[in-house]
């Protein structure tokens, strides 16, 4: 099964409340880090960390960072870690001037909680479309097939995304 809803439920209000607070100049934030303090990363340096076989660097982009430290959305993180054993988490933002991903294989599944969607943002996985179309709910998504995400539509669509530690 590529999609799986899983049984978490968490406050899409709190957690939209902490991704406002931050300053939005990339479409991906990080909650976790390396060293507690790094926000974003530069996504060529991550695709070479994996072409050289250090893809296990990011089982250690566990330190939440100083923004999210204290907040409902590090105790978010740790119920997920607890029980899934992930590593990095990252606010992802689609919205109508970047829409997709490419169409790619990651190294590791993914767990993720919508924030923001709708019928118009779609997650496409080996060519069939799929909808994570429940705010607040965790879902495991089985990114190590061929997969994009895609916001057709004219609202953002941000998910928080969990790695499983590799």
Not at 137 to 155: E, F, M, P, Q, S
Request: aromatic share 12%.
């Amino acid at each position: 099964m590529p999609i799986t809803l899983l049984s978490e439920k968490f406050d899409v209000s709190e957690l939209l409340s902490i991704y406002n607070s931050v300053d939005h100049q990339s479409q991906q934030i990080y909650i976790t880090s390396l060293d507690g303090n790094t926000y974003s990363y530069d996504s060529m340096k991550m695709k070479e960390y994996a072409a050289e076989g250090k893809a296990y660097l990011l089982n250690d982009m566990t330190k939440i960072n100083e923004l999210f430290k204290d907040s409902y959305l590090e105790d978010v993180y740790k119920e997920v870690k607890n029980k899934y054993d992930i590593g990095r988490a990252r606010f992802m933002k689609l919205d109508c001037k970047i829409r997709a991903y490419s169409y790619h294989k990651d190294y590791s599944e993914r767990y993720h909680i919508p924030l923001t969607t709708d019928d118009d943002s779609i997650f496409l996985i080996e060519d069939k479309v799929h909808r994570l179309s429940e705010v607040g709910r965790l879902y495991k998504v089985d990114t190590l097939r061929k997969h994009t995400a895609i916001n057709l539509g004219w609202n953002d669509r941000v998910h928080i995304v969990f790695d499983k530690r590799i």
